[in-house]
């Protein structure tokens, strides 16, 4: 494996990692009044200062088309964030040499401490602090709630997780029922 850490991080500059039917939107961080409670493992405002660690079993850096490509068991962890992809590209600017955009293919699994979602892609994009996934997505909660959708697009900036359905089918979710009280 090639472990790719706090110096990729200073190369690359990063800030970060990290036709539909309507919707289904979920919402991290302290309820409103009259809201239910979130779920423990809230993603808003996730410090994408944090250095990343990256490991795979090959690394390319491409000074021409201004990009690292990543191959082969990729793991990316950022904070409490933790990306796993068979190939993962992190793009950025010429001019600033910041990252702009981390694109990751193959087997993408995102996790947070009680959160999963695996798809066929994902993308990051830097600057609008935001992770779409696609492929279908299949989103699960250690709770055993688990939601299917086309695309997921989770807004790390507001805590915003939005499921997006592209035919009739929709979105569809089984959420777990708690034993009623005695």
Wanted: negative net charge.
């Amino acid at each position: 494996m090639t472990r790719v850490s706090l110096l990729l991080w200073l190369l690359l500059g990063c800030g970060g990692l990290w036709g539909a039917a309507a919707p289904v939107v979920a919402q991290d961080g302290p309820p409103a009044s009259g809201e239910a409670a979130a779920v423990p493992d809230s993603l808003r405002n996730h410090d994408t200062s944090q250095p990343i660690d990256i490991e795979a079993r090959s690394a390319e850096i491409r000074q021409r088309e201004n990009q690292v490509v990543f191959e082969g068991a990729v793991r990316a962890v950022q904070g409490v964030l933790q990306l796993d992809a068979d190939r993962l590209i992190a793009l950025f600017s010429a001019d600033t040499d910041q990252a702009e955009r981390v694109e990751a293919r193959g087997n993408v699994v995102i996790r947070s401490a009680r959160r999963a979602a695996r798809g066929a892609w994902a993308i990051y994009d830097v600057a609008a602090r935001r992770v779409t996934m696609g492929g279908p997505v299949t989103f699960s909660q250690e709770t055993g709630d688990r939601l299917t959708a086309d695309r997921l697009v989770v807004d790390l900036e507001t805590g915003l997780w939005q499921f997006e359905g592209a035919d009739a089918a929709g979105v569809s979710g089984e959420f777990a029922v708690p034993d009623a009280p005695q």
